[in-house]
């Protein structure tokens, strides 16, 4: 069974910088894609960004300019740098792992933004 964990949340003020970074508990192989999510309380869950096993990436309109996703499909590890970050970015983050028969999350790493 392969565990998805999350690090790098916290509690920063507007403006601010965080990483997050996901790591899985053994290689996983075939990935398609892995990403970000986050859920506020009282929402769904929502995707941040995502990034394909060929590089190819994608945002939420509101994470752009100000979000950016990396990551290492052979080491099966992914990352979210935040900048700019604003109190609406304030939610739980999973990152996620998509391969071609299954689809690993993680159990989530708040993010709180003050204004």
């Known amino acids: 069974q392969v565990q998805l964990v999350e690090s790098g949340g916290g509690l920063v003020q507007a403006g601010g910088s965080l990483r997050l970074s996901c790591a899985a508990s053994r290689r996983v192989f075939s990935i398609n894609a892995m990403g970000w999510y986050r859920q506020a309380p009282g929402k769904q869950r929502d995707l941040v960004a995502r990034?394909?096993?060929?590089?190819?990436?994608n945002y939420a309109d509101s994470v752009k300019g100000r979000f950016t996703i990396s990551g290492d499909s052979a080491k099966s590890t992914v990352y979210l740098q935040m900048n700019s970050l604003k109190p609406e970015d304030t939610a739980v983050y999973y990152c996620?792992?998509?391969?071609?028969?299954?689809?690993?999350w993680g159990q989530g790493t708040q993010v709180t933004v003050s204004s």
């Open positions: 990034i394909t096993s060929g590089g190819r990436t």
């Open positions: 996620n792992i998509e391969t071609v028969n299954l689809s690993y």
